[in-house]
Each structure stands twice: as C-alpha cells, then as structure tokens.
C-alpha cells in the first residue's frame, strides 16, 4: 500500500519560514519524481515545486527564490522549504509522487497570517 504522509504545517507569521516534509511508503522512492502541489481556498490545486530522480529541482515562479524542495532518498522523504512567506501562500499542500502512476498524500494546511 503507498502512503505519502505531510507533515509540518500550521500557522505562520507573514515574512516566517516553515519546512514541509513528506514521508513516503510502499513505493521504491528513489525511481520517482517528487512533487509538491497547493491548493487556496475557492482556487484550483497548482503545481509548486518539482524534484527528479536525479535531484534536479524546479519550482513555480510564484515560490522562485521563496522556496526550495529537496529530498532524503535513504529516507523516502522529501521535503518543502518555504521562506518569506506571505498571505497568499496559504493553502493546502500535497506531495505528489511521481512516475508511470502518480500518488498523493492527504495535504497539510499551511496557514500564513497575523
């Protein structure tokens, strides 16, 4: 069975930091690409940031500078650095795993507010 859990979500000041993680299970982590998604309330789910097998990373130009994914591959784990955050940032975030199937974890709530 895969699982892809996020973890580290929860209330932040405008211009803080906080760090997602995503510990996935019942996949061989290190064939697929990773991936972290958002969605804001009202709005469609987007794309955010993107890792590869290789440890290529790609992120959205809304996060670009903000944001940094990076991944543990002796860990399953990948994670999602966010700094200087702002109100816009709040939403929901879900890991991705990607490759022939893709699979999803539950999402965490980010909260961005004073």
């Known amino acids: 069975q895969v699982r892809l859990v996020e973890s580290g979500g929860g209330l932040v000041q405008p211009g803080g930091s906080m760090s997602l993680s995503c510990a996935a299970s019942?996949?061989?982590?290190?064939?697929?690409?990773m991936n972290w998604h958002r969605q804001a309330p009202g709005k469609q789910r987007e794309w955010v940031a993107s890792?590869?097998?290789?440890?290529?990373?790609n992120v959205a130009d809304f996060v670009k500078g903000r944001f940094t994914i990076s991944r543990d591959d002796a860990k399953n784990t990948v994670y999602l650095q966010m700094n200087s955050l702002n109100p816009e940032d709040t939403a929901v975030y879900y890991c991705?795993?990607?490759?022939?199937?893709?699979?999803w974890g539950q999402g965490t709530q980010v909260t961005v507010s004073s």
């Open positions: 890792i590869t097998r290789g440890g290529t990373t």
């Open positions: 019942g996949i061989i982590f290190e064939l697929y690409t």
């Open positions: 991705q795993a990607s490759r022939r199937t893709n699979y």
